[in-house]
Structures are given as C-alpha cells and as structure tokens.
C-alpha cells in the first residue's frame, strides 16, 4: 500500500524524520519497503507567467517570450512550444536547476539570441511518458512557487507492505492511529457534517438481502442534483500519489474515501437501478455480468451479486458492472457501503482472475461498525465536489449482526510470555491508543478509529478488553501480548540466555522411527527427495490407482491436479527424469502420505481424505564398488526393505509372492509379519513403465509406516549370549519353482524347536539337476542350547526330524 506523508500528517503530527517514522512502523509490523519523494528532482522549477511571446528572428520554430518567475525581473526564454498563449502560467526550470532526465539548465544562446532558462513540459518533469507541449498549470497558481509544491509533489510517498492479517492498515487512517501510538500523539479524525432534505432516502431505495452469510451489512445514501465533472487538483494528486488513477469526481471521492477508511464504497447512477431496489443475492445459471473493465463475465453460483429488480449489477466486493455505473449525464446517485464474507470475495475474485483494490480489502476483512461512518463521509465529499442534496437517513440493513469480541488479559502472563514486566499503566496506554476499548469503563464505540477513548490506569493484575472490530488478528490473550510487545518495541525486551530444563524430553516414538528409516537407507545409499502430493491423473493410470483419487478444484496444472493415491505416481518420474539427464545409478526415497477418500469425508469435521503416511524407495542402474559395478535387482530392493526392518528391531518378517499391478509377475513381494501388512517391493510392471516413459530395471518397495510403528521395538530388549557352542549343519531340500524359501525356513525353526537357533539360506539353484519345475534350496542351520553342550546324536535326532517333517508337509526331497 502506498502512504502519503502530507495525507497522514491531516490525521496525527509527525514530528520525527521520514527514516525514524520508517524505522518505527517496519520495527511495529508494518514494513516500510521502499521510500519515494516525487518533488526531490524538481528543485529550482517553478510556476511561471507568459507576459509576452514573440517570433525568434533567426528560426520559424522558435518563440522568444518574456517570463515572470517571481524573481521582480522578467526573464527571456527561447521556447519551441506552440500550445501557450499570454498569460497562461507553465513549469520555468531556472538556470542551474536539473530536471528529472538528468539535464542540467543553464544560460543558453539559441540563434543569436539569449534563452535563461526552460519551459518545461509535463514529460520533461517526468510526470508522464509523452507530452504535445509545454504544461499549462491552473492560473490560481502564485507565481515563483516551487512546482513541486504547486503540483502536490512535496511529499514523501511510502511502500507498506501489509501483511494478510492486518487489513485494518489498508487505510491512512488505520496506519494513523499505528503512527499516534507510537508517537504518543493524539489522533484527529475527519469531521463530518451533513445537510440533508425533508425527503426520506427509503422512499428512493429499498435494500434486500438475501444471503445474510455472504452479506452481512449494507448501507445506502441517496444524493440528488450532482453534476459530473473533473475532480479538483488536490484530490487528484493524493490519488495520483497512492497510484490510483483520477477518473471524474464521484468516482474519485469513492477511491479517495477507500484509501483513508478502508472501507470500499460504490457509487450507482441511481436512474440505472431498475425498480429504485437494491437486492444482494447469488447468481443464478447463466447469469452474465459486464464488470467495469468491459469484460462479459459468466457467473458462478457461488459468486454474490448486487442486483436491481431484474438483473446483475456488481460482482459483489470485486467490480462494478458497466451498465449500472455514473457517466456525464448522471444527477442522482446511491451511495453503498457493504461488509462481505471474506472468503466468498476471495473465491469470486480468483475464480474469475480479477483482483481490485476493493477486492482486496474485502478477502482480508473489513471493519462491520465503520459503515455508517464512511458512507457519511463518502456523503459529504460529494457534496462539497459535485453538489447536490443529501436526502434524509441512511438505509442501513444490518443482518447478520455481529458482536466486537472480548479478550482477557493477565498482566502477569504479559510478563511471563516478554520475559519482562510491563506495568498494568503501560498496557492499559498501549491498548487504549490503539483503539481497545476496557469493559466497563465506556460503552463501546463502535468503530476501529473512533475518538479516543482512553481509561483510566489500574492497579489490576486482569482486564477485559473490547476488540476493534477492524482488528481481525486479535482474538486470544496472546495477541494482545503481541500488541504490547510491538508497540513497546522489541528491542526493549532485554537479552537473556534460555533457561535449561531440568530433563530433557524423550524423542517421541515418531520421530525415532523417521531418524532410524532415513539413517537406513543412507546406509544403503539411498538419498531423500520431497514432492507434491498432487500428481497427473495419467501418473495413477499407469499403476491402476487413479480410482478414487480426489480432485483439486482450483489446480495449478493437469500434472498437479488429483492427489496421489501411490508414492510411487512421484517416484517413477523422479527416476525417469534422472534417466533422461544421463544419470545411471539412482535409489530415491521419499516419506510422505498418500490420500483416499474418507468415508463421509467433508461431512461436519470429518476429513474429505484419509491420509496414510508411506515410506517408499526407488532404484534403478548401476552402483560401483570395488568388487565391481552391478545393475540393481529385485535383491537390493528387498535389502532396502531389510535394513529398514533391522533398524526397527522388527523380527519374524516373511516376503510372499505378491499379485499387483505396481509390479513386474516374474519379482514382487508382500512383506508380511505374522497377518500384519507392512508393505510391498517389487519391479516396475513393463505397462507403468511404458506408461511414465521410465527405464526398464526399475525397482520399487513402499511400507506402511503406521503399521512399522506398531511392530517396531525401538527400545531393543537384550538377550544373553550363550556360554555353550554350537553346531552347524546344512540342509539341502528339492522343492517346487512356487515354494518361498521362507515357507521352508519358518518350518525348519518351527519342527527345530527349541534346539535350532537359526536357519539361513545360503544357495538357490534352479537346472537340469533337479528337474523341471524344481528349485534347490541350501540352507545352514545353527544349533544352540543355553544349557548345555549338544550332543552329536542330539544334534542327528533334531536334523532327521526336520527332513522328515520338511518332506512331509512341503513335499521336498532331501538333496544328495
């Protein structure tokens, strides 16, 4: 927002520098980005009078007049302009001035004949891009004014960044009173008075309102007899100065009104209001509206509107309509002041790609109890503009009313939160000026920057404060902390050393099992990648899972429009990508969530998605050591999996084969521990792979990191090592192609029970040897007691049980 300095000085004395006042508001949360000061190059131009003009001697071109620059002596200037006539009053740039451009002035000899000095033209000023001729000035001007100071540019002009919280500082009012405050000067608001008919304004107007949600207060005044013309020049420089384009005068007050309330206006040609009746509602299917910008907008239901009798106005809190608005021969006019739902204006003005300033205020918030007050000044401009007689009363429909809140605040919590007392006596200071008003002590006003009123100081460690109604960021004790603390300033709270706890809170469980995965698969030289959760419809298409995935309304793109229901939709084009810029060996992983619909998901609190924190990796080519460099298989992929499970302390996991269209028939696998689901890991199907324009050689693993936490012992319990040796024997079984070697080792530990303390497969041989459809199966198995040194017959007894057992339940065939 831009602020003018000469604006803000008509509402609170500034008696410090322009970077102290800078200083000040960016240290109280009002960011002074950038500083202008229009007038600083126009020094030593001033207002000029044409007292004479005659033909140069020497040049067709030229003119040779006689100037009054107020100096007591007439100057002789050469001039090439033709627009002028005597006595008409322009820009002198006197010699030894420098112009904007950078040109320097100084007696000149043009064609024999002496020139001291330049009449300047509104480009040669730099206050436009193109100019037909020298800038005629308005003839009330005093002669041997500084034009800086004729023009309204003696100002410094600042660029606040407001931030979305803070809309009540989107006025010169609003950041006035920060100004009072933190000068401990007095605010002065404008005074308003008005002169109003015998005749009622609802008798020319009635208002209707139809969505009392979306609306909640409009306001209206009836004018009649104004005349349409230029605003004056004062006007028309303070609006130039915030970069708000002059257009004719009841237009200009209304932007004029918004810049120092705050509160955007609107102002109807009241004979284009069909049936003399305002009516606030939502559009209808189909409905059209020309906004100001002559841009034929179809409408949405969602948008709110101010109609007539019949049809569509304004996009409500957005713009105007075109067919409703004031032109030259306007004389009767209806003033509105409204207060909006916030995110019904921030929907409407994203949907349709406009942003105002209008709109802007009202998505952030606009003070309800201003109304009456802005609408009454926005009267009595125009009046003093354009004419015209004010008829009586306001039409003010005020329905959906809304209360100021109330906030407790504790003095000693004031202290506790700034690490520093704050005396009830400064806070009671600090709140008053800045509008607050203690209950009890005064009813309430009504309004953010109504007259101050101030309380007296107590000696109680509690009040309750009444809250602004423009103030839309304070609502609990902290933000009145807040408050204190800003306007004190933070350089006034004392540097101090944190003070150590006692005991060190334990790392929540959570956060243990994210530090121990991430360290895994580091180990495994996997590195970390963070994507969108939005993904290509196409992206779930490839692996079969776009059924259910849920829409973005408003996405930034197709890429980004539907959430993933898979990692693996970000995974795949991760590795593809790195593939097309020549990577060769990539392993990523991400931890992240993947989302489904919740059943009633949207209905009252309930999430519209289920969210399921995931753990997912990726590999792909080759990895070098000094063994040699191997491409990745379904065997890294699971070794992944497996160190992540070892830094779990999860034990008793089986892999199974798995049916999926995530993956590749010939490797894939369901991780499994006991019944529970822990994830999957697998190779890219050729169709996804196709699909995602991936390599082929992709292998992929994902684990539910919910269910990892319920089978993870992150404090590991240590067992015993045994004093007793033990003794190892190998196994060899023939069993069929679709038998897991899991299958074979969970009976081998069950039927060796409680004798074999391991069991490890060590070779797996598929041949001729043995047989079509048959795989070989080494295992080396360890037995162990704690008691006692085993026997080799107790030993023999143990193996021949299991081979039998083997044999039996899983028709294997002891190898020779």
């Known amino acids: 927002m831009k602020l003018s300095l000469k604006w803000l000085n008509e509402y609170v004395k500034v008696d410090v520098s322009v970077d102290e006042l800078a200083r000040k508001l960016t240290m109280a949360g009002l960011e002074i980005e950038g500083i202008a000061k229009p007038g600083e190059g126009l020094k ?56 904007p451009g950078g040109m320097k002035i100084g007696k000149a000899r043009m064609r024999d004949v002496d020139s001291f000095g330049m009449l300047c033209s509104s480009k040669e000023l730099g206050l436009t891009e193109e100019s037909s001729g020298l800038l005629i000035l308005d003839p009330s001007l005093k002669v041997g004014t500084p034009i800086a100071q004729a023009l309204g540019l003696d100002d410094v002009i600042f660029e606040v960044n407001v931030t979305p919280n803070r809309s009540d500082a989107l006025s010169h009012l609003g950041i006035a009173r920060e100004v009072a405050t933190l000068l401990g000067a007095d605010l002065k608001k404008p005074s308003t008075k008005l002169s109003e008919s015998s005749t009622a304004a609802s008798s020319k107007i009635e208002i209707k309102i139809e969505d009392a949600e979306r609306c909640w207060r409009y306001a209206a005044r009836v004018i009649e007899g104004v005349t349409v013309k230029a605003s004056p020049a004062w006007m028309q420089q303070r609006l130039g100065a915030c970069g708000v384009r002059p257009i004719n005068n009841l237009v200009d007050v209304g932007n004029y009104v918004m810049l120092e309330y705050g509160q955007p206006v609107h102002v109807f040609d009241l004979d284009r209001v069909g049936g003399g009746k305002i009516v606030v509602r939502t559009a209808k299917g189909g409905e059209k509206l020309k906004t100001l910008d002559e841009k034929d907008r179809v409408l949405d ?72 007050e802005a609408i009454d000044r926005l009267a009595a401009l125009i009046v003093e503009i354009a004419g015209g007689t004010v008829l009586q009363g306001r039409v003010d429909n005020y329905a959906n009313k809304k209360e100021p809140r109330q906030v407790t605040l504790r003095t000693s919590r004031v202290g506790e939160l700034l690490g520093v007392e704050v005396p009830a006596q400064e806070c009671e200071r600090i709140l008053s000026s800045l509008g607050f008003v203690r209950a009890g002590d005064a009813p309430y006003a009504g309004s953010s920057i109504s007259s101050g009123l101030r309380t007296a100081a107590s000696a109680s460690s509690t009040s309750t404060w009444i809250v602004p109604q423009a103030r839309v960021d304070v609502s609990i004790e902290e933000d009145l902390i807040e408050e204190i603390a800003r306007i004190r300033g933070f350089d006034a709270i004392p540097p101090a050393l944190p003070r150590g706890l006692s005991a060190l809170e334990p790392e929540r469980p959570q956060l243990a099992l994210e530090r121990r995965m991430r360290s895994a698969l580091a180990g495994q030289g ?178 539910d990191v919910a269910k990892l936490l319920e089978s993870a012992a992150l404090v590991p319990q240590a067992a015993p090592l045994s004093k007793f040796p033990s003794v190892n024997r190998d196994l060899a079984v023939v069993v069929p192609v679709a038998l897991s070697a899991d299958q074979v080792r969970s009976v081998i530990l069950e039927v060796g029970k409680p004798l074999v303390d391991d069991a490890i497969v060590f070779d797996v041989y598929e041949g001729k040897q043995v047989g079509e459809g048959k795989k070989n199966l080494a295992f080396a198995l360890r037995y162990r007691s704690a008691e006692r040194t085993l026997t080799d017959t107790e030993v023999t007894e143990a193996h021949t049980r299991i081979v039998a057992e083997v044999s039996k339940r899983l028709g294997a065939a002891l190898r020779a």
């Open 301 to 372: 239901a969602q948008d709110l509107l101010i109609c007539d009798e019949k049809v569509p106005m304004v996009l409500a809190g957005v713009m105007g309509g075109i067919d409703s608005g004031v032109t030259e021969k306007t004389t009767r006019i209806l003033l509105e002041a409204a207060t909006f739902q916030p995110a019904t204006i921030r929907r409407s003005s994203k949907r349709h790609a406009l942003h105002s300033e209008s709109s802007h205020r009202f998505e952030r918030g606009t003070d309800v109890s201003v109304i009456p």
């Open 526 to 703: 996997f590195d970390e990648v963070v994507n969108y959760s939005f993904v290509a419809p196409a992206d779930l298409a490839a692996f079969q899972a776009e059924q259910g995935a849920i829409a973005i309304s408003n996405p930034l793109s197709v890429e980004q429009s539907v959430m993933r229901t898979t990692l693996f939709a970000s995974l795949v084009p991760n590795i593809a990508r790195s593939v097309r810029h020549q990577a060769t060996g990539v392993r990523f992983y991400e931890l992240g969530r993947s989302y489904r619909p919740h059943a009633g998901g949207g209905e009252g609190s309930k999430p519209v998605a289920q969210e399921t924190l995931e753990l997912a990796g990726a590999l792909y080519g080759g990895s070098r050591s000094w063994t040699g460099s191997k491409d990745a298989d379904f065997y890294d992929a699971r070794a992944a999996v497996e160190s992540v499970l070892s830094a779990l302390h999860i034990e008793g996991v089986t892999f199974e084969v798995l049916d999926s269209p995530w993956y590749h028939p010939r490797a894939s696998a369901v991780v499994k521990r006991g019944d529970v689901l822990l994830g999957t890991v697998g190779e890219l199907h050729p169709r996804a792979m196709k699909r995602l324009d991936a390599p082929a050689g992709v292998y992929l693993f994902q684990l």
């Open 44 to 99: 030593g131009v001033v207002v000029a009078q044409i007292l004479a003009s005659e033909k140069h001697p020497n040049a067709d071109k030229l003119s040779v007049t006689k100037i009054d620059d107020g100096s007591g002596t007439p100057l002789q200037v050469v001039c090439g302009a033709k627009n002028y006539k005597v006595g008409d009053k322009i820009p002198l740039a006197t010699v030894g001035s420098e112009l």
